[in-house]
């Protein structure tokens, strides 16, 4: 929003109180300011104390300060609010008050140091600086802020500092004949809060002078509202006039909102652009009027950010907001610093953020210093009416108590599951946790504020979202086999049923036919019977026996064809019937193999149990780990739980790789000591590079001191041999092949060739380049020496000859080099930030690497393959097959550029450094897992290599402290001799506690491995 105040003459400030310099438009309230007057020149002292919002501050500033510099002399006037350091705040206004004068009060720290080792000082302190003449006025606005801002989750203003803040005021008043006149301004719920400081309430509030500000009575009104518009000369209808008024009745204690609400409504009568017109209600209506004009003025504030702007302004105001036990919505000021790490923003982008929503025109938040300066700075939001008026900030004040109260479920959820007392989440109520995660993206720093075991909370979730989702797939997985198998044994027992069936219908058809062809045959044997009787009787009738006889014959042959059917028969039915009892016998095996299915799902049970179980070991072990860090001073317990996470870790399956548990004994190792862990003095200044012997445990540094030191970790990094110390500074060292020559690179273009091997050796020097050597690399045959500078040539040495050619690059400047194993590729990093890729060492250019919007930084070979890493600016890393010209993964990481890249090859890992300060070993195995991650480096990294069995990795920084660092590639090393650091294991109560009281106590170390001995007296 634009504005021409001047112009305008706009009499109302908004949301802000009135300025000192705007006393001429200030109407009203001189009963009170005659009060306040008089009781401050009585007494010394005046409390101004009223309700938020009721005008108190401008009273002071506006009518106050004016009134007595015309009326009583000399002033001076010092202002301040406690802010999150009161005696802090006190020094800073003794320093602008000391700068009116041209006097220098000294550093600020050192006047804080003096203000609470002295409790009487501020009086005589200020003496020095007043005139003999001179009285000086100091006026401590928001009194309230030394209460509101000790609160524990500000970080700010312990008890302590509010205590000497409160003395210095009172001693300075209370002395005789002094010059110290103090106002002290404060809302009246916080009065009883005085009462924490007896001496200060007795002696000065209750028994000395206090003035109240009330809320405007309505006679009031017109001549606080309507009279600053007559004064700059401007009109409003009659119809205005008197809806202001009889509105104004019901917010007359929230001088905010009726100043905002006219600052706005003369707004909108500017747009208009015809000043000789009366303000209308329809300026008024637009401006919200009096019960919308806050929430419209926010909504306009918020709508002018850009989208990330806005994201931290919602971050901002759910720090700041709280819901109360009834429901009611109340501030919460907090630190800056705080802010940060809770929206994970950078300090100039919050200071930038803050600045938009508390200058003048916004005036919706306070800050009590300077973000960029001190982080420590505390944010509140200026009034309660912006909580009572905007709805936006009411519906973010709900979500994040909603998300307060998910992660305390969370949290309660997985101490249950530490103690064994349920399991894993299922869904709905897994996808409900997951979604919040997803949304909100909690940090350890906001959650600690609610719950410290964040870090239980959040691998209970992760757990609990892997195992459901491997449970998702095993299960689709058995369905389907289920499905088979049903389809499989349905189609047997029917094909089964069919055959018996059939078979049955077979038998049954051919019994009857068989009993047919019998009672067939009895017939025809009871005829013949008949016919032989009659030969008998009629034997004389030949011709008629013979053929009955023959007839007989006939039948008799058809008998026998009808036996020898029936035998057919029988024989068909025989094989049906072994068919049938194979069928049988196939689904009796169907049958068993249901069964041994059967068994081999308890099996299967049986082993997801033990699976379930050794993963809540595995998170207990890393909820183990984590707590580790946060009991530093703890030796023993912290100790303790560090180890016996590895142990469990080790036990069940756990990745050797995992960043928790390594953590937690790289910690304990750099409080207590590790053989393993050791910061290596010798240099003064930064590092500069570090290369290792190939084959040995021994390597090479440079620093900027111009020292070259030979280093051996076999005598515990003690024995040092300074190799080279002159003019020059080594600004990149490689080690031969076969560890017969250093190369290194200096600062003045040469590159200087020193024996290690062979004492008798000469050095030498190569000569051609003329910028600052940035890189060299030896092939791997040790015949040819690859360097590059900041002349932009890249240069072939052959060693042997000692000479150089140089590789064509057309028109770019390579100031980095890498070779490839089996000298197959040369890779050269260009200043402008492209890679180049050389086929057979340099002959011919086969590739290159660049990628539109951001520039490589780092480049490195993976040894033993032709895979390179390249390094962006933007914290992002590329891997690429040169031999196919494939890009084949991605991660992002790091936040800043990449600097660094080094290969562990033994121990499949990646080492990045960056300009962010941090140091990662990734798992190349599995480049989605959590890295190491070491912030605790000195400065930013600048030099880093693996040792060549691949168990340490050195890391050399700018900085000039611990600049030089050795830590093991792997927990195993740092879990190395732990027991020697204890003297005790866990009690039964710790281990319940830490551990699990479902889980069977052992002992962590033997009692013969402690290396710390009590001895019991007796």
């Not at 303000?279 to 919200?288: A, I, K, M, N, Q």
């Not at 020898?564 to 069928?583: H, P, T, V, Y």
């Amino acid at each position: 929003m634009t504005t021409d105040n001047q112009k305008l003459r706009i009499p109302f400030p908004g949301m802000r109180p009135y300025r000192q310099d705007e006393n001429s438009i200030f109407p009203g309230r001189e009963r009170e300011i005659a009060e306040i007057i008089k009781k401050l020149l009585d007494n010394r002292f005046v409390a101004v104390i009223g309700a938020e919002g009721s005008g108190k501050t401008s009273v002071m500033l506006c009518g106050v300060i004016p009134s007595l510099a015309r009326e009583s002399g000399k002033w001076r006037v010092m202002t301040l609010s406690p802010g999150g350091d009161p005696v802090g705040s006190l020094a800073g206004a003794i320093a602008v008050l000391a700068g009116e004068r041209n006097l220098n009060a000294g550093k600020i720290i050192t006047v804080t140091d003096t203000l609470k080792n002295n409790p009487g000082s501020f009086s005589g302190i200020t003496e020095d600086i007043l005139e003999k003449d001179e009285r000086l006025l100091v006026v401590v606005d928001q009194f309230e802020e030394i209460f509101r801002f000790s609160r524990e989750d500000t970080g700010q203003n312990p008890v302590k500092n509010s205590e000497i803040f409160v003395s210095l005021l009172l001693n300075s008043i209370i002395r005789e004949n002094g010059r110290v006149y103090l106002a002290v301004v404060i809302s009246s719920p916080w009065i009883s809060d005085c009462t924490r400081f007896p001496n200060f309430a007795e002696a000065v509030i209750i028994n000395r002078s206090s003035v109240i500000i009330p809320a405007l009575p309505k006679e009031s009104l017109e001549n606080v509202l309507l009279q600053p518009l007559s004064f700059a000369g401007i009109k409003a209808e009659p119809e205005l006039e008197h809806r202001i008024i009889s509105e104004a009745a019901g917010y007359s204690g929230q001088l905010p909102v009726l100043q905002n609400t006219l600052r706005h409504t003369l707004l909108n009568w500017q747009k208009n652009g015809d000043f000789s017109k009366p303000l209308s209600l329809t300026d008024f209506e637009e401006s919200g009027t009096f019960s919308g004009s806050v929430e419209k003025h926010a909504e306009e504030i918020f709508s002018d950010l850009d989208r990330n702007e806005k994201y931290l302004c919602e971050k901002i105001f759910r720090v700041l907001t709280v819901k109360g036990p009834g429901g009611e919505y109340q501030r919460k000021p907090s630190s800056s610093r705080y802010i940060m790490e809770v929206a994970g923003c950078s300090r100039e982008k919050l200071a930038e953020v803050v600045k938009k929503l508390s200058d003048d025109e916004a005036n919706l938040i306070n800050c009590t210093g300077d973000i960029i300066a001190d982080p420590d700075s505390v944010l509140d939001i200026r009034y309660n009416e912006l909580l009572l008026y905007w709805r936006r900030l009411r519906s973010w004040a709900d979500e994040e108590d909603n998300s307060v109260r998910t992660y305390k479920q969370l949290a309660s959820l997985a101490s249950l599951y530490h103690q064994g007392k349920r399991g894993l989440m299922i869904q709905p109520e897994l996808q409900r946790f997951s979604d919040w995660a997803v949304k909100e993206k909690p940090v350890l720093q906001w959650a600690v504020t609610y719950d410290p075991a964040f870090e239980r909370a959040m691998l209970y979730l992760r757990t609990s979202e892997k195992h459901y989702k491997e449970e998702e797939e095993k299960q689709e997985k058995i369905k389907k086999r289920r499905l088979r198998r049903r389809k499989y044994f349905g189609l047997g027992v029917f094909a089964g049923f069919f055959i018996i069936l059939s078979i049955l219908g077979i038998y049954i058809t051919g019994k009857i036919r068989s009993d047919k062809a019998l009672r067939e045959a009895e017939i025809l044997q009871d005829k013949s019977d008949s016919v032989s009787l009659v030969l008998l009787k009629d034997f004389l009738i030949a011709d008629s026996l013979a053929a009955r006889a023959k007839m007989n014959e006939q039948h008799a042959l058809k008998q026998k064809e009808t036996e020898f059917s029936l035998r057919m028969q029988a024989m068909a039915r025989a094989e049906r019937e072994k068919i049938l009892r194979k069928n049988t016998e196939a689904l009796a095996d169907s049958v068993r193999f249901a069964l041994n299915e059967s068994r081999q799902n308890e099996l299967n049970a049986l082993r997801l149990k033990q699976e379930e179980s050794g993963k809540r070991m595995l998170s207990i072990s890393k909820a183990m780990a984590l707590k580790s860090l946060q009991l530093n001073g703890l030796r023993e317990l912290q100790t303790l739980l560090a180890y016996q996470a590895w142990i469990f870790n080790n036990r069940f399956g756990g990745s050797k790789k995992d960043p928790d548990i390594y953590m937690g004994l790289y910690n304990v190792a750099k409080q207590y000591g590790s053989i393993n862990y050791k910061v290596f003095k010798g240099h003064e200044g930064a590092i500069r590079s570090v290369a290792f012997v190939p084959g040995k445990n021994q390597f090479f540094t440079s620093g900027e001191d111009g020292k070259v030191l030979k280093w051996d970790m076999d005598n515990n990094g003690q024995n040092i041999q300074v190799v080279y110390s002159g003019s020059g500074i080594a600004e990149v060292l490689s080690v031969s092949p076969e560890a017969d020559w250093l190369a290194c690179g200096m600062d003045d273009a040469v590159i200087r060739m020193i024996p290690v091997k062979d004492p008798s050796a000469i050095r030498y020097e190569l000569r051609g380049h003329t910028g600052k050597i940035k890189s060299l690399v030896f092939s791997y045959d040790g015949k040819t020496l690859y360097s590059a500078a900041l002349d932009g040539k890249l240069l072939k040495w052959d060693l042997a000859a000692r000479t150089s050619g140089e590789i064509g690059t057309g028109n770019l400047k390579i100031i980095s080099v890498d070779i490839s194993s089996g000298n197959t590729y040369l890779a050269g990093l260009s200043d402008d930030g492209r890679a180049l890729i050389w086929n057979e060492a340099g002959k011919r250019e086969t590739m290159r690497i660049e990628s539109p919007g951001k520039a490589i930084r780092s480049i490195r070979f993976s040894p033993g393959e032709n895979i390179l890493a390249v390094g962006y600016d933007n914290g992002m890393i590329e891997l690429w097959d040169v031999a196919s010209g494939n890009r084949i993964d991605e991660l992002q990481a790091h936040e800043a550029e990449v600097s660094l890249i080094r290969f562990n090859k033994l121990m499949a890992q990646m080492a990045t450094s960056s300009s962010d300060g941090s140091l990662k070993i990734w798992d190349l195995s599995d480049l989605k897992a959590l890295p190491l991650e070491f912030r605790d480096n000195d400065d930013m990294v600048v030099a880093i290599d693996f040792s060549p069995d691949g168990q340490i990795i050195i890391s050399g920084t700018a900085g000039s402290s611990t600049n030089l660092v050795g830590r093991p590639a792997h927990a195993s090393l740092l879990a190395m001799n732990v027991c020697g650091l204890l003297s005790r294991n866990f009690t039964e109560e710790e281990w319940s506690n830490y551990v699990g009281k479902d889980i069977s106590y052992e002992k962590t170390c033997d009692e013969k491995e402690f290396g710390i001995k009590v001895k019991v007296i007796r």
